[in-house]
């Protein structure tokens, strides 16, 4: 079955840290960018970063950029998002989601079902 | 950034009519713009891609057009199982950003 599900998530005080990760199966893991997306509670999608299939392009939202990092294991078929001085904002459904595409143009054809970070004291 | 625009906020129609959803860029996406369809409690689902492809399996009554900096979505007749919320999505460029989000309900 072609599926990406997420596990990871949790309850971190403001400024810990955690790591998601996002296990593929039912496709060719390496050949795919990849990305997590977040959407908070009741509010719309943010695109939060992404990962080419080599791992060797990563992108990032501003909102992110140098507290999270992105990484994959094409071994393991597993994306990670290793999060760090985590903030209030931060907290949110985190979506593992597929991409698909030419170039560098990638839209999400496969989604998990989402691991929920509270960021809270 | 590019920005994404999505109008109307909410929508409310009846089974059997004809809705359309706006989505406006900041500047040109050429047609790199997906449309995805979420229900509560659920992923999001891709139901259009390049402006107009339609995603394998999706209804036909789903359609979507335009270039440039807008893009319409259609959905020509209302089943109920479409009651959901929509979102646009550009992939022209880095970070790639989503419409707020249209949601439809029910009249």
């Known amino acids: 079955e072609v599926q990406v599900l997420e596990s990871g998530g949790g309850l971190v005080q403001p400024g810990g840290s955690l790591r998601l990760s996002c296990a593929a199966s039912?496709?060719?893991?390496?050949?795919?960018?990849m990305s997590w997306v977040r959407q908070t509670p009741g509010k719309g999608l943010e695109w939060v970063s992404g990962?080419?299939?080599?791992?060797?392009?990563?992108y990032y939202a501003d909102s992110v950029k140098g507290r999270f990092t992105i990484s994959r294991d094409n071994s393991k078929n597993t994306l990670y998002l290793q999060m760090n001085s985590l903030r209030a904002e931060d907290t949110a459904v985190y979506y593992c989601?597929?991409?698909?595409?030419?170039?560098?143009?990638?839209?999400?054809?496969?989604w998990g079902r989402g691991t929920l970070v509270t960021v809270s004291s | 950034d590019i920005q994404m625009t999505q109008s109307p906020s909410t929508l409310s129609a009846s089974v059997g009519d004809r809705v359309t959803i706006t989505c406006r860029a900041s500047q040109s996406i050429s047609g790199w713009l997906a449309w995805y369809q979420q229900k509560p409690g659920k992923a999001p689902k891709l139901l259009i891609y390049k402006a107009s492809s339609l995603e394998s399996g999706v209804p036909s009554r789903f359609s979507g057009s335009g270039s440039g900096t807008e893009f319409i979505f259609t959905i020509s007749s209302l089943q109920p199982d479409d009651f959901a919320t929509y979102y646009c999505?550009?992939?022209?460029?880095?970070?790639?950003?989503f419409g707020q989000g249209t949601k439809l309900e029910i009249k």
């Open positions: 999505q550009q992939y022209n460029s880095y970070p790639y950003t």
């Open positions: 039912g496709f060719t893991f390496s050949s795919c960018v």
């Open positions: 990962i080419s299939g080599s791992g060797g392009s990563t």
């Open positions: 989601a597929k991409g698909r595409g030419i170039y560098n143009y990638w839209y999400f054809d496969l």
